[in-house]
């Protein structure tokens, strides 16, 4: 059997697949603050990235915990996933559950790292994403 192309092809989006760590200490979530120069500037999001080819999201989110905190994190599990549009791109998000890792927090590339409450997390100026699903996010903080 052979493909058959036609000339009105099926229009594709663009998915963008994103995983961030809830990482907690003492009732508190890491959150950090994105540098001047990235998309979303200043906004305070939880640390993550996009996932490489060939890694999987655990792998992914380690990676990125390691280049962003500076720490080995042991990935624990899939809280919560939800989708959000950037304009005509998507994004698929997955929010781990980060309670244990090894070494030292120090930022790598944010601006600033906070530990927030859930009440501190609402006040903060986050991606319109996280704005979005923040009702979901507390509830599984
Ligand atoms: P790169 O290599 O500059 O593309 O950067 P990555 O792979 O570190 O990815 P990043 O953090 O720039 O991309 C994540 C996208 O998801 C970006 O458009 C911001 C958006 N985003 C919205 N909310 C969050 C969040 O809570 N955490 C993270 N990490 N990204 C978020």
């Keep these: 059997m052979s493909l058959k192309t036609t000339t009105t092809q099926k229009k594709y989006n ?9 990482m907690h200490r003492q009732g508190k979530v890491l959150v950090g603050q994105r540098p001047e120069g990235a998309s979303l500037p200043k906004t305070w999001e939880f640390p993550g990235g996009k996932i490489e080819l060939g890694e999987s999201p655990e792998e992914a989110l380690a990676r ?21 549009a950037y304009g005509k791109t998507g994004i698929l998000f997955l929010f781990f559950d980060v309670k244990y890792w090894k070494g030292q927090i120090k930022p790598q590339q944010h601006l600033d790292l906070r530990w927030v409450s ?10 319109e994403a996280n704005t979005k699903f923040l009702s979901q996010i507390l509830e599984v903080l």
């Excluded at 859930?118 to 991606?127: C, G």
Aim: charged share 25%; glycine share 8%; proline share 8%.
């Design 14 to 22: 663009v998915w963008i697949p994103v995983v961030a760590g809830l």
């Design 118 to 127: 859930p009440k501190e997390l609402s006040s903060l100026e986050l991606p």
């Design 64 to 84: 990125e915990l390691k280049e962003e905190l500076g720490i080995e994190a042991e990935i624990g599990a899939l809280k919560f996933a939800a989708t959000h």
